[in-house]
């Protein structure tokens, strides 16, 4: 759990530790990390709420007439960062954005993931946890220090040193992580060459997605001081496995797991059920926001252990959702089609939604689908009612616009930014001509 802080205890901290700098970090629409530093001095601005900045810049937020915003540090989120810098100790706050007259920025996705916990609050849900696993590549640099697709080892799942030349980075990535609060369940080398994973414990739904956000930016800074380059991208190099984020969702009512249910067959409440249930409805339409570029379609194929089929089960990884074997309080279901490159909130804020959505109509629990789908062939999957995942970002975009609950979910003011930003993108993929295409058509015609 984290602690609640006072403006007190941060200028506490604050002159304890003889920090000299102050980020106040936050997530743009389409889940990239910014930060407006200011010096130790500014402190009693950020605590009260006074830093302004233009979110005309910011990509998502808002139109260059409307773009004085501030924002309002949540202080449960202090930390000061391990690494040295030449001016001395940089702490950061994590930060929510309101607008000049006090409100909520409505395009903020922390803000969004909020008001998505309020509505699982109304349904009588205290808490969402959430442990989530995000995996990523380390890559070597180039003479000019500007990252390569090289990999940095040739090792496999659970390999180790020598074959995987990560493992003092990873390692390093690890303490980096404890001595700023994480609590690490373990780290290993991954299927793929050059990949690599790191679990941490999980925590409530906004804390979870905070982590995510900070775990990347400790992952990409240790690796710059190995001299490697560490990208969270899904699928940066074809023919071996892409990057997953697994995300490990259960719902609570104050200590007690929602989602167990002792009497059950398979230990699993109604509300499991219901909320798994939801999870499967709304597949396709929260797939642009949990794998949200180009390139996450290229980790969504057969052959490389990623879902693409739409289906559930407690025997097998193959399905789109996997109900892990622990039971009471670890009762839970796996998500296993998001990706690292999603923004943490968006992805949390619509999978709850669907969720919670499945259990507000009572949605049946299709039957489970025990076999391993990548063997089946089309008819059997159509016989067992298994439907699949979009096969690339325009058909996840349109499933996304004909979901009402998904759009809702975001509302209109994220919906309408997230929906035009990658429109253009897959505009500007679809009449680019690629390597590919010149290789192939440039000598044959």
Not at 14 to 23: I, N
Not at 183 to 189: D, N, T, V
Not at 339 to 355: F, I
Not at 390 to 415: C, F, M, Q, S
Request: proline letters at 5%; hydrophobic letters at 40%; glycine letters at 8%.
């Amino acid at each position: 759990m984290r602690k609640e802080y006072t403006a007190a205890d941060i200028q506490h901290f604050a002159k304890e530790e003889d920090v000299r700098f102050l980020r106040l970090q936050f997530t743009d629409l389409l889940g990239v990390i910014k930060n407006v530093e200011v010096p130790i001095s500014q402190l009693h601005k950020v605590l009260d709420n006074k830093i302004m900045f233009d979110g005309s810049s910011i990509e998502g937020f808002v139109r260059i007439e409307e773009s004085d915003m501030f924002l309002y540090p949540d202080l449960s989120t202090w930390l000061i960062f391990p690494w040295h810098t030449g001016g001395g100790k940089v702490a950061r706050l994590i930060c929510d954005i309101h607008m000049p007259d006090g409100t909520p920025f409505a395009g903020d996705p922390r803000g969004i993931l909020k008001r998505a916990l309020m509505v699982a609050n109304e349904l009588g849900f205290t808490t969402m946890n959430v442990g989530s696993e995000p995996e990523f590549f380390l890559f070597k640099l180039d003479e000019h220090g500007n990252p390569t697709t090289e990999m940095n080892d040739q090792g496999g799942y659970f390999d180790l040193a020598p074959v995987d030349l990560g493992e003092n980075c990873r390692r390093e990535i690890v303490l980096t992580l404890e001595s700023m609060g994480f609590e690490i369940e373990g780290s290993h080398h991954e299927v793929a060459p050059g990949q690599h994973e790191i679990d941490f414990k999980y925590a409530n739904a906004l804390a979870a997605a905070d982590n995510i956000m900070t775990f990347k930016l400790v992952v990409k800074t240790v690796a710059r001081q190995f001299g490697l380059h560490a990208t969270f991208m899904p699928k940066p190099v074809f023919g071996i496995n892409g990057s997953g984020m697994h995300c490990h969702l259960s719902l609570f009512k104050e200590s007690v797991n929602s989602f167990y249910e002792e009497k059950d067959e398979l230990g699993l409440s109604a509300s499991a059920k219901h909320f798994l249930a939801g999870i499967l409805a709304h597949a396709r339409g929260f797939t642009a926001i949990t794998n949200p570029l180009i390139n996450s379609f290229k980790r969504l194929v057969p052959g490389y252990e990623a879902p693409i089929h739409i289906a559930w089960s407690a025997k097998n990884r193959s399905p789109l959702v996997r109900v892990p074997g622990s039971r009471g309080l670890s009762t839970r279901i796996e998500v296993r089609s998001p990706d690292p490159s999603a923004n943490p909130y968006l992805a949390l804020a619509v999978m709850l939604h669907a969720g919670l959505d499945g259990i507000k109509r009572q949605l049946p629990l299709p039957h489970p689908v025990n076999r391993n789908i990548y063997v089946m062939n089309e008819a059997e999957r159509i016989r067992a009612g298994i439907l699949d995942l979009p096969v690339n970002l325009k058909t996840a975009l349109d499933d996304l616009a004909n979901d009402e609950v998904i759009r809702t979910a975001l509302g209109e003011h994220a919906y309408t930014f997230f929906y035009e930003a990658k429109m253009i993108e897959w505009d500007m993929f679809r009449t680019t001509v690629h390597q590919w295409e010149t290789e192939q058509y440039l000598t044959r015609y």
